[in-house]
């Protein structure tokens, strides 16, 4: 009964997960909701989602079990350069009972809260971005199990959904500013191809009337040139 309703509740955790990528386009907040609901449904005290281009440029670190306050008392977010950079860079799964024994531990800058107990797999995309993500700090103290590893994995596939889906759109939107700075462009270049066609009528229609020594007949038409001219400008 414990197990039925631990699925029953990891079912109805990844179906809100699901909804939330196909009615939310704001990544921060489709991350958000994943971590949050891994983190309730293994029972730990914190958890978090980094997402990282493929130059070390941070694009997103969404935070969870922490406070605002406490957040910013920690300073920037970590580039995945110590345990986490193995979840990253290697694709690596973690579980640990105690971080500090890893090898590759650097320890936790001044004002972060005491971690020890880690869970961390990483984040498959497709696009072009590396991600993470992890929980640490088990209720009760207990230590994380295979099933946490397993709900955890199935919780980083919706933040893979989640983070090819926001690019996906911003490259659909950029291809839409692309194709109306295009469209822009060809009236721009059409109107003004039509502007120095008429120019270049009224500025022979002026030598000819110059010639015959038609003066007001020319200024008539260079008259009309200066209107068309500042129609154009504006």
């Known amino acids: 009964q414990t197990r039925l309703r631990r699925q029953n509740e990891e079912l109805l955790a990844l179906h809100g997960a699901g909804l939330a990528i196909s009615s939310e386009l704001a990544l921060d907040t489709v991350l958000k909701k994943v971590v949050d609901q891994a983190r309730s449904l293994v029972g730990a005290r914190y958890g978090a989602v980094s997402v990282i281009d493929r130059n070390d440029r941070i694009e997103q670190f969404i935070t969870s079990g922490i406070t605002p306050e406490e957040r910013a008392?920690?300073?920037?977010?970590?580039?995945?350069?110590?345990?986490?950079?193995?979840?990253?860079?290697?694709?690596?799964?973690?579980?640990?009972?105690?971080?500090?024994?890893?090898?590759?531990?650097?320890?936790?800058?001044?004002?972060?809260?005491?971690?020890?107990?880690?869970?961390a797999v990483p984040i498959n995309c497709k696009g072009p971005f590396l991600g993470n993500?992890?929980?640490?700090?088990?209720?009760?103290?207990?230590?994380?199990?295979?099933?946490?590893?397993?709900?955890?994995?199935?919780?980083?596939?919706?933040?893979?959904?989640?983070?090819?889906?926001a690019y996906l759109h911003a490259q659909a939107a950029d291809l839409a500013v692309a194709q109306e700075r295009l469209r822009i462009a060809?009236?721009?270049?059409?109107?003004?191809?039509?502007v120095l066609g008429y120019v270049n009528t009224k500025v022979q229609a002026a030598e000819a009337y110059l010639r015959q020594g038609k003066g007001d007949e020319a200024s008539a038409q260079l008259r009309e040139l200066?209107?068309?001219?500042r129609q154009a400008y504006t």
């Open 226 to 229: 200066a209107v068309s001219a």
């Open 133 to 165: 993500i992890y929980l640490s700090e088990k209720n009760a103290g207990a230590e994380f199990n295979e099933h946490d590893h397993e709900t955890l994995v199935r919780f980083a596939v919706q933040a893979a959904v989640a983070i090819d889906n």
């Open 73 to 119: 008392a920690i300073g920037p977010p970590p580039t995945g350069h110590g345990v986490l950079g193995v979840v990253l860079r290697e694709g690596r799964h973690l579980r640990l009972k105690d971080v500090r024994e890893h090898p590759a531990s650097k320890g936790f800058p001044a004002n972060h809260p005491v971690m020890r107990k880690l869970l």
């Open 186 to 194: 060809h009236e721009m270049h059409d109107g003004l191809a039509q």
